[in-house]
């Protein structure tokens, strides 16, 4: 079975886990259902990042894409983090639209990756846990001193995915899995709110 077949396989799987663990309508169901001929799979090792879902759009189509390095194909926290962006980016159509025509370089646009970080995050943690898999931390970073460094290739998304995933740590910690259906498709910024107060990370860029 090539790569790109078994990323199809466990992707599904993970899907399958998130929308039930949500609970999604059965009009959201069918939104999913009628897009899987839209998803491409692709597995590449020059991805400068770990794993991640993308959309595109011409304006009259979209289509979505999963593009993972190799070694990200059996990372069971990059498949749970990426199925859940693509479960809430398919289904909510609003947002989808918002995060395409949000200018990539201003704070709005930071602040809305954040909340999709937190998000996707939160299901990855719940679909950890549904593996019983515990303690999990693929962020590249590292704690000193009392000061976090983030390492990246990609600094303009760090702060994004700094503030995710500590608010969704910080949340599943008091929550659990059964908080995933309160949180999953939340709008609001205020739920970021003890991930803002925590002290800026250093961030080192390895592309430089």
Do not use: C
Not at 91 to 120: F, G, H, M, Q, W
Not at 151 to 167: I, K, L, N, V
């Amino acid at each position: 079975m090539s790569l790109e077949s078994i990323l199809q396989k466990k992707i599904q799987s993970a899907m399958d886990f998130i929308v039930n663990a949500v609970a999604l309508s059965p009009t959201e169901r069918w939104k999913l259902r009628v897009t899987k001929p839209q998803i491409e799979y692709i597995v590449d090792d020059t991805l400068e990042g770990h794993a991640q879902f993308e959309v595109w759009s011409n304006g009259q189509e979209e289509k979505y894409i999963f593009r993972f390095r190799s070694e990200a194909v059996t990372d069971p926290a990059a498949i749970g983090e990426e199925a859940g962006h693509a479960v809430r980016l398919i289904v909510d159509d609003n947002l989808r639209s918002i995060l395409l025509k949000t200018p990539k370089e201003s704070k709005e646009y930071e602040t809305l990756v954040a909340l999709e970080e937190y998000a996707a995050r939160y299901a990855a943690l719940a679909y950890l846990n549904h593996h019983k898999i515990t303690e999990y931390n693929n962020l590249l970073s590292t704690i000193a001193n009392g000061k976090i460094t983030l390492y990246t290739t990609r600094p303009s998304d760090a702060m994004s995915h700094f503030y995710g995933y500590a608010q969704a740590e910080i949340d599943f910690k008091r929550l659990g899995v059964k908080g995933l259906k309160d949180v999953f498709f939340t709008k609001d910024m205020s739920v970021l709110r003890d991930a803002y107060k925590l002290e800026q990370p250093q961030i080192v860029n390895l592309a430089a």
